[in-house]
């Protein structure tokens, strides 16, 4: 095979077995797998596994489509009968919080719990995604104000700042954030002031890169380029009036010009663990 020549994909089945909701799996499971180029899984997952019965079914279903099995039991008796019905079918089978699991254990000298109030705080966990992403989709673009007291953080930038995707990225870490847009001749200042509960955070952005988002937005539409929402000079003046908002008031501040929406969620989080620590009267 000459070097040039393109490798051709390799499929493989990946049975993902959780008493869970199974979302940390899977998501362990694709974060693994994209490193591997030229790999594609085709997934088995089965959720909410807590009884024998459901076991056998899945071990029918392992043993009809053969592959790696991936697992996060929790409950002793069901690892154990996994593990044993992997074997006799010369599967190989993980479980994928084990290193780690076992590292902590090791590090806090405590021996691992196997209560099944573990399992409901993954639950837990999961609904208050959940609510976040309700609450993130009801609260985009300065909808939903009688609510926004209720947030955990308020995005507030010009157009085309990422505001949006943060926010469902932040409620996928069970972030309730709402956002509100700076909008020429609008000022959401004494909006904004009577909230009392909510981190008020600014994002900021370079007006040639924002000038560069917005023709590409308006490209995708098939509009002109012609108005003041990419005029230079307007854009520029724009973004310095959202700079000195963001002054006047004492809100913290992100760049975004150069950030990913993970890495914006990030410093969010950041901002608002430092902000929960001084509440506390911890250090940060």
């Not at 180029?37 to 019965?53: M, Q, T």
């Not at 002054?247 to 990030?266: F, K, L, M, N, Y």
Request: aromatic letters at 4%.
């Amino acid at each position: 095979m000459s070097s040039g020549a393109v490798r051709p994909a390799t499929y493989f089945h990946v049975h993902l077995v959780s008493d869970s909701t199974g979302e940390t799996l899977n998501s362990m499971a694709k974060a693994v797998i994209a490193r591997f180029d030229g790999v594609i899984p085709i997934e088995h997952i089965y959720a909410l596994v807590r009884s024998e019965r459901q076991l056998e079914r899945v071990l029918e279903e392992i043993a009809a489509a053969p592959g790696v099995v991936l697992h996060t039991l929790v409950d002793r008796d069901l690892r154990t009968a996994l593990e044993e019905g992997c074997r006799q079918l010369d599967m190989p089978q993980i479980g994928a919080l084990d290193p780690l699991v076992g590292a902590l254990s090791r590090y806090l000298g405590t021996a691992i719990s196997s209560r099944v109030g573990a399992q409901h705080a993954l639950d837990h966990d999961y609904f208050n995604r959940i609510g976040a992403l309700d609450f993130a989709i009801a609260h985009d673009d300065g909808q939903g104000h009688g609510e926004l007291g209720q947030a955990d953080v308020i995005l507030v930038g010009v157009s085309r700042t990422s505001k949006t995707p943060t926010c469902i990225y932040l409620a996928n870490r069970g972030v309730r954030a709402g956002n509100i847009p700076l909008v020429p001749g609008h000022d959401p200042s004494e909006r904004l002031a009577a909230l009392n509960g909510p981190l008020v955070v600014g994002l900021l952005v370079s007006p040639d890169r924002l000038i560069q988002i917005r023709r590409n937005r308006l490209t995708g539409l098939g509009a002109g380029d012609d108005s003041d929402y990419v005029d230079l000079d307007a854009v520029r003046d724009e973004t310095i009036r959202a700079r000195r908002l963001f002054e006047r008031h004492g809100w913290p501040t992100i760049d975004v010009t150069r950030r990913s929406v993970e890495e914006t969620a990030a410093a969010v989080i950041n901002l608002l663990n430092e902000r929960r620590g001084r509440a506390m009267g911890t250090p940060t």
